[in-house]
């Protein structure tokens, strides 16, 4: 099966669409559709949201395991992800392969989606930063055996991704304004990003 080139434009065109169809999350009947459970909101305007056997098992609604990632708040929130998806999407399709790329974004999505939620209990979530830190992930792992610069990225990268998930956590980066952040997200994608690296390198590299 031939898969297209550019798999990462798609993603962000998708990215930017809902989110200004969806006014930057703000219009509940748009981003319904992608949250990661049903949600719904009542004639009285109550918001009510669908379990996890009620999405999944009772309605077979397995889009959503990934559809977050396409949910952004903010311009800022958008424009940030948008760029690593472009930066690291072209560097795995080119040095890796596309079906790599894909696979890395469909495993770190449902994977952060995932966690997220199980540590929230909230669907009220979205953006692409979790697949980006599967994207890092994935890289760093892959990065510390090669013996060239395998995709043209700086170490402090990796350090800074780290640290930021680490300020996360402990709340440094609300302090300074950056709104809630999906910090089980981005552990989810960075876990899962650095165990396909290792399944990869290990078990599939030769297939590719």
């Not at 509940?28 to 109550?46: L, Q, R, Y």
């Not at 098992?57 to 311009?75: A, C, M, T």
């Not at 080119?94 to 974004?105: A, N, R």
């Amino acid at each position: 099966m031939n898969i297209p080139n550019n798999l990462y434009i798609p993603i962000i065109l998708i990215a930017i669409a809902i989110a200004v169809f969806s006014n930057f999350g703000s219009t509940v009947a748009v981003i319904e559709h992608f949250t990661f459970t049903k949600i719904s909101i009542s004639s009285s305007g109550f918001l009510y949201t669908s379990s996890l056997d009620q999405t999944f098992f009772e309605e077979n609604q397995w889009w959503r395991l990934i559809s977050p990632i396409f949910i952004h708040f903010s311009v800022a929130h958008l424009a940030f992800n948008c760029l690593w998806i472009y930066v690291l999407g072209e560097k795995i399709e080119k040095v890796d392969s596309k079906k790599i790329f894909i696979s890395v974004i469909i495993i770190s999505s449902i994977c952060s989606n995932f966690l997220q939620y199980y540590w929230t209990s909230s669907s009220l979530f979205g953006g692409l930063s979790g697949v980006i830190y599967g994207l890092l992930g994935f890289c760093m792992i892959l990065e510390m055996e090669s013996k060239y610069d395998r995709y043209g990225l700086p170490p402090a990268l990796y350090l800074f991704m780290i640290a930021w998930l680490i300020l996360g956590f402990i709340g440094v980066l609300d302090l300074f304004g950056f709104g809630k952040v999906a910090n089980f997200a981005h552990l989810g994608g960075l876990v899962s990003g650095i165990m396909f690296a290792m399944i990869y390198k290990n078990f599939m590299k030769k297939f590719y």
